[in-house]
């Protein structure tokens, strides 16, 4: 799916940013750059999600690996230390593919060696197997380094690990602390030594610009040898189970499409029969708000109903007070629920589901409870302050709270408070309304559809009296009380995208203008308009710089779903082309930071660098859903 050549992978500013991830359907994943270096404390061969799909671990961090050949020693390895990297094994490297797993193709005196990683769905397994090309024997050394810690946090040398390991036919095993699992390490070595030893000062650049912890000591517990020749594979399989005989771990199939392969890698198993969304990778767990907004593109728009429905049963078990979980927490502790948008969310993923299904009797079944227990709470209260006003719009929160998708906060300092009325969550508000009113009128459910009817056009109604800004001529982003906030922001977007609005056709066309004017930019919406005052150009700099920044201007790819949408809805038909001209950019960055997916956000200002997450959930399937439902088509690749 994509390919890279000597040019990229052979100059380390290239070969350093661009950075490969694999994943296993339980939260676990393999990632690091294609020049071979961990520039991240995320970055190792085998993270393990302990409880999945999160709790994750990294265990093995890396293979050094030297190839001897006709006398000469080459070492594949690259390492970033203090002011030096060593080895400089991007030196050798010929290719890099994703094909659709990572695949590198190194030269050293003249002979070809192919490396190939991939982990196995359903396991903490990561496979690593060595090919060489051309008929001349040489002998490949791997030195395993671990590092068995938090995957946020560090590790450094102690006296506490246990450097043994034990060893049976096949495999060699290492437990090097109490309380976490057993690093299998299955392999057919010609031998395996008890070489240890502890490599200090790692550098994880990405870190330290992050303003976090960025040096690492790792732990070698021995060396491997092997015997390459062609037609014989070198495999070392990390996991956590045993896995002596070789041939069982196999790669799944995936997806030949890339926009639909970097969908598939959010999937994931939350219980043993249901599925949720990893938010991003590295370091996201599954969130209320991003899986309901991600879940049409990552799953209906590529067929993938039973997952689907997977997601919506797990989440619905887990509403409680009237509200959907905000997050799970990465230690496997008790859902968060400071959200006001998740639990409305799941609405329109609902009726999305209902649109590509037309599964009545599933919702029936399984949802119209929670979501009519969802609304009753909101129209009573609940919590947060959460709660449905004389006016028929919603209220939530205070100014120490940060209950929507602007969710940035420093300390005690939140960064853009919304509470009151913010202009998505009645636009969401309504839709649940008319939504769930038009189903129970289906399920012949007559009190609640006369309450929700009756209420719905009050709702619209406040809207736009309260919200419209004549002098801007867009939607001001948040009422509280006397105060209405008039920065322009890409919120009032929703408004106008989902199954049911209440801007009129008019205004409609004068957001879109506004926000096409100040906020379009090559890949997504700036949050806030650069002729703001507060508006961040970058973000970049330590948690507190970042956090400032990252609703203040930064560029979310994600928000092109519900501008296009509006968009096209807006203007008709004719509009697709200019429409699929704002997705043009998507194609290449496949290729430009976390290879074959799409970056949580971007610079502002030109040339708006990619930030964040290397992979983001919701940045891949809003482009896949507008794609899909809006321009009639996929996307040139």
């Known amino acids: 799916m994509i390919t890279l050549g000597e040019e990229i992978c052979r100059d380390p500013d290239s070969s350093l940013q661009r950075e490969w991830l694999e994943t296993n359907g339980i939260g676990g994943f393999a990632s690091a750059t294609i020049a071979g270096a961990n520039t991240r404390r995320y970055h190792g061969l085998l993270t393990a999600a302990l409880h999945p799909p999160v709790d994750r671990f990294v265990l093995l961090s890396k293979l050094e690996e030297t190839v001897f050949l006709n006398g000469a020693r080459y070492e594949l390895s690259c390492n970033l230390y203090p002011g030096t990297t060593h080895p400089q094994g991007y030196r050798y490297l010929k290719s890099f593919r994703l094909d659709p797993f990572p695949i590198f193709t190194y030269e050293v005196g003249g002979v070809e060696i192919e490396k190939r990683v991939f982990m196995v769905q359903g396991e903490n397994t990561t496979v690593v197997e060595y090919e060489v090309r051309e008929n001349a024997p040489c002998t490949l050394e791997l030195r395993p380094l671990i590092a068995f810690r938090d995957y946020h946090a560090t590790t450094h040398s102690n006296s506490t690990l246990d450097r043994g390991f034990t060893q049976v036919a096949g495999e060699v095993s290492i437990h090097p602390y109490d309380g976490l699992p057993t690093l299998h390490l299955a392999n057919n070595a010609r031998w395996v030594d008890a070489e240890t030893s502890w490599y200090y000062n790692f550098q994880y650049p990405r870190e330290r610009e992050r303003g976090l912890d960025f040096q690492e000591d790792l732990f070698q517990p021995l060396m491997m040898q092997f015997e390459l020749r062609p037609g014989a594979k070198a495999t070392v399989i990390a996991s956590t189970e045993s896995h002596a005989a070789l041939p069982t771990a196999r790669p799944a199939p995936r997806p030949k499409d890339p926009f639909h392969a970097a969908a598939a890698q959010f999937i994931v198993r939350r219980s043993s029969d249901l599925h949720t969304v990893i938010a991003g990778y590295h370091w996201f767990a599954d ?24 997601i919506l049963l797990a989440f619905s078990r887990a509403a409680d007070m009237g509200m959907l979980p905000n997050r799970f927490p990465d230690a496997g502790e008790q859902p968060e629920y400071n959200t006001v948008d998740a639990s409305l969310w799941y609405f329109e993923a609902i009726r999305k589901y209902v649109e590509y299904t037309k599964d009545l009797a599933f919702v029936r079944d399984n949802l119209y409870p929670t979501m009519t227990g969802i609304l009753g709470w909101h129209i009573a209260g609940t919590r947060y302050g959460i709660h449905c006003n004389a006016d028929g719009l919603i209220s939530a929160g205070t100014p120490e709270t940060q209950l929507t998708w602007m969710d940035a906060k420093v300390g005690d300092f939140v960064v853009t408070p919304r509470n009151g009325k913010p202009v998505e969550i009645q636009a969401l508000w309504y839709n649940a309304l008319r939504f769930t009113a038009s189903l129970a009128e289906q399920f012949g459910d007559r009190v609640q559809a006369e309450k929700l009817n009756s209420l719905a056009p009050k709702t619209m109604e406040s809207f736009n009296h309260e919200f419209w800004n004549e002098t801007a001529d867009c939607l001001y982003d948040v009422v509280d009380g006397a105060h209405k906030d008039a920065s322009i922001r ?7 995208s989902l199954g049911y609005s209440m801007v009129p056709p008019g205004r409609a066309r004068s957001i879109l203008a506004v926000a096409e004017r100040e906020l379009l930019t090559p890949y997504g919406l700036r949050t806030l ?51 699929r001209g704002w997705l043009g950019k998507f ?37 896949l859903r507008v794609t899909a439902e809006d321009l009639g088509g996929a996307l040139p690749v």
């Open 287 to 310: 969130w209320g708000r991003d899986t309901m907004v991600a879940l049409p593109g990552l799953t209906l728009a590529t067929g993938r109903f039973d997952i689907a429905r997977d």
């Open 490 to 496: 890409p919120n009032q977007l929703i408004a106008l």
């Open 529 to 579: 308009s650069p002729k703001d005052s507060r508006y961040c150009p970058r973000y970049e700099g330590d948690q507190i710089q970042r956090d400032s920044a990252y609703h203040q201007g930064t560029v979310w790819p994600w928000l092109l779903g519900p501008f296009i949408t509006a968009y096209v809805k807006t203007h008709g038909r004719d509009a697709r082309e200019k429409a």
């Open 587 to 623: 194609p290449a960055h496949l290729s430009e930071a976390g290879l074959g997916s799409i970056s949580e956000i971007f610079d502002g200002d030109p040339p708006h660098a990619p930030r964040g997450c290397i992979a983001q959930a919701w940045s891949v399937a809003e482009i």
